[in-house]
């Protein structure tokens, strides 16, 4: 792909304009679940939703949203849509993220970073039901059109209202380069200084916890993992997601294309050659 990417508005429009047709994202699910999006359906997808998230939630710069979801293609979708409003990310435990260093005793999320909006596959969950935040409840199934089943009240369903928006974005405001994109909250247990965490609830094998915030200016140059050329990557979706989306950043920057396999996917050799992989993480 052409030139250094600074901003995920600029991996977007190289997305819907280079290539367009390529397959830029495919995911493997439970049952033979398959979806492949070319970069521009991906495009799409994260316009409508970015057009959601502003229009409905008021997502832009100075606003927080909790990612509650596990590694999918509608999760990693959600992510470039807040960051292309110019929202700022939290990731919670839904996410694969390690739980927040402070709870209190019936395990209630009590860490001081607020979100404005929680966006979760699992609504019913008690870090979900944050005071003051709007909630968003995602389908994970391909092809649902809405949630199944009822909803807590106040709870909005997406894949009911997205397909109303419009695809293509235009922000109304821009977020700075030196705006926080990324906030990681301090986890229970200790940082050993290699990129883990010991001693808690949960491991946390990703350099970027327990670091500064990740700013706008940074999440395509620092926070990205680097690739050099080209690729069709394999990634395991039990990684968590944001290992997930910061190795998806860097595939794409350079012009390659994610294989994102669910845990319950049996991974072969016959599914490797079929994809066309050429490495593995």
Not at 38 to 66: I, Q, Y
Not at 108 to 117: H, I, L
Request: glycine letters at 12%; charged letters at 15%.
């Amino acid at each position: 792909m052409p030139g250094k990417m600074f901003t995920i508005s600029d991996l977007m429009a190289t997305l819907r304009s280079v290539d367009a047709t390529a397959p830029r994202l495919t995911w493997y699910g439970p049952d033979g679940e398959r979806v492949e999006l070319s970069g521009r359906v991906l495009d799409n997808w994260v316009a409508k939703t970015a057009n959601f998230a502003v229009d409905e939630l008021d997502a832009g710069p100075g606003s927080t949203v909790g990612v509650d979801m596990p590694a999918h293609w509608r999760s990693l979708c959600w992510l470039l849509a807040a960051w292309q409003a110019g929202a700022t990310v939290v990731f919670t435990a839904g996410s694969g993220a390690p739980a927040p260093a402070a709870a209190a005793a019936d395990g209630t999320d009590t860490d001081e970073t607020t979100t404005d909006v929680v966006v979760t596959a699992d609504p019913g969950l008690p870090a979900t039901s944050m005071d003051g935040s709007l909630v968003v409840a995602v389908a994970l199934g391909a092809l649902d059109m809405r949630w199944h089943g009822d909803l807590p009240g106040g709870v909005i369903d997406y894949a009911a209202e997205v397909r109303a928006h419009g695809d293509v974005f235009m922000p109304f405001d821009q977020p700075a380069m030196t705006d926080t994109a990324v906030v990681h909250r301090a986890v229970q247990g200790n940082n050993n200084g290699d990129g883990t965490v010991t001693g808690g609830s949960a491991a946390a094998p990703d350099p970027s916890l327990n670091t500064a915030p990740v700013t706008f200016g940074t999440l395509m140059d620092g926070y990205a993992v680097p690739f050099g050329q080209p690729e069709r990557v394999l990634l395991r979706a039990d990684a968590g997601l944001e290992p997930t989306v910061r190795t998806a950043l860097g595939i794409w920057a350079a012009g390659g294309s994610v294989l994102l396999v669910h845990p319950s996917v049996q991974i072969e050799d016959r599914l490797l050659a079929s994809e066309r992989v050429t490495s593995g993480r």
